[in-house]
């Protein structure tokens, strides 16, 4: 296997992800301020021009940050960052999808509508006006996440999973694109730093 790397949260997620697991995989990292992830030899591997992107032994590539981390996880079950059983699964997805959709994409399109704004204004519809709403939703499901977390030492109860890598990749983008998390959220903040402490945080 082969990964196609950047900078960015979502690539760190999954280099975190392989650390995690204790694996081992070649990595080619792409230069996204210049736009290698859009020229022809990236698009042949993701023709949406996005990292990261898994190549795969058969010589097939495979995109998007959860399928990549189920193929791993399906690949190399131990140790698991999904689950073991149905259950697990399905709560670790189900955190997963929650944190994607109601603080990754809106705190991500907040930058990229604002401070990104001459980097993705060329290469994507972008809404400046929209910024401050985006941002705001994030916020909002930040400080519900915090009281989801009350008593928690992980998203999931006592395990680590890949839910957890996500909001940790993207909080840690967020305090460095204008959006640090409120210090009032102090399950989150605790939460945090047990995460930053791991050494997959440096991956």
């Known amino acids: ?14 280099r975190m992800f392989i650390a995690e697991k204790g694996l081992t995989i070649p990595t080619h990292t ?16 993701n023709p949406h021009g ?11 590539f495979l995109a998007e940050i959860t399928a990549i981390c189920e193929y791993l996880e399906e690949k190399h079950p131990q140790p698991p960052l999904i689950g073991t059983t149905a259950e697990e699964r399905a709560e670790c997805r189900m955190w997963t999808r929650r944190i994607d959709l109601y603080v990754c994409e809106p705190l991500l399109n907040g930058f990229r509508f604002a401070e990104g ?18 941002k705001k ?42 959006q640090p998390l409120d210090p009032a959220n102090t399950n989150i903040a605790e939460w945090f730093k047990r995460i930053d402490a791991r050494p997959s945080a440096k991956a």
Not at 30 to 45: I, Q, S, T, W, Y
Not at 50 to 60: A, H, K, M, R, V
Request: hydrophobic letters at 40%; proline letters at 6%; aromatic letters at 6%.
């Open 1 to 14: 296997m082969k990964l196609y790397d950047s900078i960015g949260p979502n690539p760190r997620l999954v």
């Open 30 to 45: 792409l230069d996204v301020r210049a736009g290698e992830n859009r020229k022809p030899e990236h698009l042949v591997r």
């Open 50 to 60: 996005q990292t990261p992107t898994l190549e795969l032994d058969n010589g097939s």
């Open 117 to 134: 704004l001459k980097m993705f204004q060329d290469r994507m519809v972008c809404v400046p006006e929209a910024a401050p709403g985006l």
């Open 137 to 178: 939703m994030a916020a909002d499901r930040i400080r519900w996440m915090n009281e989801q977390m009350k008593g928690k030492e992980f998203v999931c109860g006592s395990r680590l999973t890949l839910a957890d890598l996500l909001l940790y990749c993207w909080l840690d983008f967020g305090a460095k694109v204008g």
